[in-house]
């Protein structure tokens, strides 16, 4: 069984003494630094969390400086969880050997399912708002109504194919293909097959 600390600043102008010191007073001797924002990938943690077997405990001077969200907290915990490895935070002495510390985790476990569920809730929200205000996303149509309309026509008159409609039109073939289906209703713009 080892004991590792991980500390981390946001920028190379700060620097881990406090933790550091924490660590030596706690017993801590194996110490991991990194200077990353929280909003950056973090290659020393990435490599410790590779590295740490089933026993071990993983150390943070406070929670924040492991972790970016409550959500991304609670993923890294599950991904220790499942090695078998502890974990310790000095300030807010958080240890998952103690039932309070277990407890706090699993508190933490719902925060964060309650942020994804509210978030999901704003992103609904604004969606419906916007359809309702009329605007939509994605790709714009390449063709306009009336260019299917006319397009369609001439297809169905029977003096023309499809590649030379297309090519007057400056499409592909099969995009005036979908264009003709979504116009008629039919292949994957059948009634009861649109999303």
């Keep these: 069984m080892a004991i590792y600390g991980y500390a981390r600043v946001s920028t190379t102008e700060q620097n881990t003494a406090a933790q550091l ?12 630094e990194e200077k990353r924002s929280a909003v950056k990938d973090r290659p020393e943690l990435e490599r410790l969390l590779r590295d740490l077997q089933a026993g071990d405990v993983l150390v943070v001077y406070k929670l924040d400086r492991l972790a970016r969200s409550v959500s991304h907290f609670v993923r890294v915990f599950d991904a220790l969880k499942a090695k078998g490895v502890g974990f310790r935070s000095l300030t807010e002495s958080i240890e998952t050997d103690t039932a309070q510390g277990r407890m706090f985790l699993h508190l933490l476990t719902a925060f964060a399912e309650f942020e994804r569920e509210l978030i999901r809730e704003r992103c609904l929200a604004g969606q419906r708002a916007a359809r309702a205000a009329g605007k939509t996303w994605g790709k714009a149509r390449a063709l306009s109504d009336e260019d299917v309309i006319q397009a369609s026509r001439a297809w169905r008159s029977g003096w023309y194919k ?30 009861g097959l649109q999303k």
């Design 21 to 32: 010191a924490a660590f030596r007073r706690a017993g801590i001797e194996s110490i991991v």
């Design 162 to 191: 499809q590649s030379t409609l297309a090519e007057m039109l400056g499409v592909s073939t099969s995009c005036l293909r979908d264009h003709i289906h979504r116009h008629e209703g039919r292949g994957r713009w059948m009634k």
